[in-house]
């Protein structure tokens, strides 16, 4: 059971060291999905972000080059202790998943050939498409506070999908065009 955080986000990582290993324990979980396990303990465990302050940075890090959660790391990590804190977070995400990675390509290389090995990828792969989707629906009520509101918001997710998944549409020109379209409705509303 999730508990629903306050309007405002109370607490702060105690130190830099608390926050590399707040970012190393969101690494080390979310194998293939950091997004949902990032959002469960930023804004329901630590409570360091609200649901609207995290929808807003995730935001914010889709738009800039890199992995969305490496742009949110260094983000919060700034937010909290200025440039040293955005490298903390940043080496918190990067530096024990580095080196696992590194062990299981190693693993990989001498066991690829193996039918449980290939099984096992595929399964990782459902699990993780299912956890972007629990988080998704987790972070629905926070479109209510947006500025293009829900229903648009469900509308634009869902004409994503149905290109994406049911027309096989190329992805970059359906995020171009959705994105503008979402962008023009916040700008129409919050004018």
Same mark, same amino acid.
């Given at each position: 059971?999730?508990?629903?955080?306050?309007?405002?986000?109370?607490?702060?990582?105690?130190?830099?060291?608390?926050?590399?290993?707040?970012?190393?324990?969101?690494?080390?979980?979310?194998?293939?999905?950091?997004?949902?396990?990032?959002?469960?303990?930023?804004?329901?465990?630590?409570?360091?972000?609200?649901?609207?302050?995290?929808?807003?940075?995730?935001?914010?890090?889709?738009?800039?080059?890199?992995?969305?959660?490496?742009?949110?790391?260094?983000?919060?990590?700034?937010?909290?202790?200025? $440039?040293? /804190?955005?490298?903390? #977070? &940043?080496?918190?995400?990067?530096? =024990? %998943?580095?080196?696992? +990675? @590194?062990?299981?390509?190693?693993?990989?290389?001498?066991?690829?050939?193996?039918?449980?090995?290939?099984?096992?990828?595929?399964?990782?792969?459902?699990?993780?498409?299912?956890?972007?989707?629990?988080?998704?629906?987790?972070?629905?009520?926070?479109?209510?506070?947006?500025?293009?509101?829900?229903?648009?918001?469900?509308? $634009?997710? /869902?004409?994503?999908? #149905? &290109?994406?998944?049911?027309?096989? =549409? %190329?992805?970059?020109? +359906? @995020?171009?065009?959705?994105?503008?379209?979402?962008?023009?409705?916040?700008?129409?509303?919050?004018?």
């Amino acid at each position: 059971m999730s508990t629903e955080a306050a309007p405002e986000a109370a607490a702060r990582p105690a130190s830099q060291t608390a926050l590399f290993l707040a970012f190393t324990r969101l690494a080390l979980q979310g194998f293939g999905g950091v997004l949902a396990v990032a959002q469960r303990e930023l804004v329901e465990r630590l409570r360091w972000l609200s649901k609207e302050e995290f929808v807003e940075l995730l935001a914010i890090a889709q738009v800039l080059p890199g992995p969305n959660i490496v742009n949110l790391s260094m983000m919060i990590g700034d937010r909290f202790f200025g $440039l040293r /804190g955005a490298f903390v #977070a &940043l080496g918190g995400m990067l530096l =024990a %998943p580095s080196v696992l +990675v @590194l062990v299981l390509a190693a693993l990989y290389g001498e066991f690829a050939s193996h039918p449980r090995v290939a099984d096992a990828l595929r399964g990782m792969g459902v699990v993780s498409a299912g956890l972007i989707l629990a988080t998704g629906i987790k972070l629905l009520p926070a479109l209510r506070k947006n500025p293009m509101g829900l229903a648009a918001g469900l509308a $634009l997710a /869902g004409l994503c999908m #149905a &290109l994406i998944v049911g027309w096989r =549409a %190329p992805l970059p020109p +359906v @995020l171009l065009g959705l994105g503008a379209v979402g962008m023009a409705l916040a700008w129409r509303k919050l004018r």
